[in-house]
């Protein structure tokens, strides 16, 4: 389930890249979010309990979200910008890319082994949605 995640995450990801790379690309809002989602991977190591997981999914989820509705932002910005411009968002998001992926695959891992609680399924399923919806 939580390999489904990633690949979904990265998948969704990749889409709004190429997506992006006809529109708006703003690294420093995205920045923002990647520093919010690392706060999040560090407390995904201390996890104790399904309580533990179910909240660092809840705020996984919100930072998902917020990711996503940024990046479809930045494709406006994109359009306006010069070429060179154009380039430096684009290595800046790449970047951002590879930092949530690996950051959305140590959160997968360090909650593996409450996947099958009631309460972070459900909240599994729910990332899920976040991540095939757009």
């Not at 809840?58 to 932002?73: E, H, P």
């Not at 360090?110 to 757009?134: A, F, G, H, Q, R």
């Amino acid at each position: 389930m939580k390999s489904q995640i990633i690949i979904t995450a990265t998948l969704l990801l990749s889409l709004l890249f190429f997506k992006g790379c006809k529109s708006e690309t703003s690294p420093a809002d995205l920045q923002e979010e990647v520093k919010v989602l690392k706060e999040i991977e560090k407390r995904s190591e201390n996890i104790d309990s399904k309580n533990d997981a179910f909240n660092v999914l809840r705020d996984l989820n919100q930072t998902i979200k917020d990711i996503r509705d940024k990046i479809l932002r930045m494709e406006v910005r994109y359009r306006e910008v010069s070429e060179n411009e154009k380039i430096q968002m684009e290595k800046k998001f790449e970047q951002a890319n590879r930092e949530i992926d690996r950051s959305l695959r140590i959160i997968s891992e360090n909650t593996e082994p409450y996947k099958d609680n009631e309460e972070v399924s459900k909240m599994l399923d729910k990332l899920n949605e976040i991540l095939i919806s757009k």
